[in-house]
């Protein structure tokens, strides 16, 4: 998601794309944009004072962010535009049915960590800082880093490395937290970061950037479950598109814009069957891609905000409603 400066200053991630793929589906009056991961409204705020007409409905887990968001949006001046609500994105469906909107013209996912709870040390997301091992988005959730380092069997945290993390030394970090537990509970991030730097050879500890980097990750995504309510939400937010709708989607590692891909891919696909002499307009793609696959941002944008290095973005139009 975006980041925050030293003096922060909001830095919204590939703002000016964002808003360019977005505009000819905000510019009509009345149109509906869902931020399906509000934060800190960076790239809301942008399409609302560039768009007259249009009406927001933000999601967001986080209260921290909700109550964030509603301040910078009530200081622009866009509150009786914008409605905010304590969702996980994949709650989509029952957000819009609950306030009776049964189509809207755009919707947004800057998916990963907000520069709220990266920059809040208290909230254990960040492996450079010390504080209790946490990670919740949501922090009322029941589970924590802490409950997954500590009660995960040493094959299911190699698992949630290997597969969340990409971590190719999952087995000696998990090894590493089953040895550190039985002499005493982790809770800290700083105990955390520093027992992944010592299973880590000495020789891949001097490339990569923070050895925890990846262990971080991984955590970060069991405990809220990212990339399976991502997996549930992109096809619910296809869904939810009106005709002529645009969705752009925000990722920040292989994983997630695996999932974008294949899910944006499949809808723009013809699913007339190969038997068939020509093609069936009931079986025709759903969406229209916007972007050629996955496009990073500049190198001026990763310069002024290097968080930005590893965003991609992929977005698409609504063509067709499924038959």
Same mark, same amino acid.
């Given at each position: 998601?975006?980041?925050?400066?030293?003096?922060?200053?909001?830095?919204?991630?590939?703002?000016? @794309? !964002?808003?360019?793929?977005?505009?000819? &589906?905000?510019?009509?009056?009345? +149109?509906?944009?869902?931020?399906?991961?509000?934060?800190?409204?960076?790239?809301s705020l942008a399409l609302l004072a560039a768009h007259p007409g249009l009406r927001l409905i933000g999601l967001d887990r986080d209260p921290e962010a909700r109550a964030e968001a509603a301040r910078r949006i009530e200081g622009a001046g866009f509150a009786d535009r914008a409605t905010l609500v304590p969702a996980v994105f994949d709650e989509l469906p029952e957000v819009l049915?609950?306030?009776?909107?049964?189509?809207?013209?755009?919707i947004l996912f800057d998916l990963g960590v907000s520069s709220l709870q990266l920059d809040r040390p208290?909230?254990?997301?960040?492996?450079?800082?010390?504080?209790?091992?946490d990670m919740r988005m949501d922090p009322t959730a029941a589970r924590t880093a802490a409950d997954v380092v500590n009660t995960y069997s040493s094959r299911d945290l190699?698992?949630?490395? @290997? !597969?969340?993390?990409?971590?190719?030394? &999952?087995?000696?970090?998990?090894? +590493?937290?089953?040895?550190?537990?039985?002499?005493?509970p982790l809770t800290s991030t700083a105990r955390l970061a520093e027992l992944v730097r010592d299973a880590i050879p000495a020789a891949t500890r001097r490339t990569g950037g923070h050895p925890a980097k990846r262990t971080f990750q991984a955590l970060r995504i069991e405990v809220n479950d990212e990339l399976g309510a991502l997996s549930r939400a992109l096809p619910a937010a296809i869904d939810a598109l009106a005709l002529g709708g645009r969705m752009a989607v925000i990722t920040f590692h292989s994983l997630e814009d695996r999932i974008v891909k294949q899910t944006l891919v499949a809808a723009a696909t013809d699913r007339t069957p190969p038997d068939m002499p020509v093609p069936l307009p009931e079986h025709g793609p759903v969406l229209r891609l916007l972007t050629r696959g996955g496009e990073?941002?500049?190198?001026?944008?990763?310069a002024v905000n290097p968080r930005a290095a590893s965003a991609r973005i992929r977005a698409a139009e609504r063509i067709r409603r499924a038959a």
């Open positions: 998601m975006s980041t925050t400066g030293p003096a922060a200053v909001h830095v919204p991630v590939l703002l000016e @794309r !964002v808003t360019e793929l977005l505009a000819p &589906a905000c510019a009509a009056d009345g +149109a509906v944009l869902v931020d399906a991961t509000l934060g800190l409204a960076g790239h049915d609950r306030l009776g909107v049964p189509q809207v013209q755009a208290d909230r254990g997301f960040s492996y450079s800082a010390d504080a209790p091992l190699a698992r949630v490395l @290997r !597969v969340y993390g990409e971590e190719r030394f &999952a087995s000696r970090i998990a090894a +590493a937290i089953e040895r550190e537990r039985a002499r005493q990073a941002p500049s190198e001026t944008e990763t």
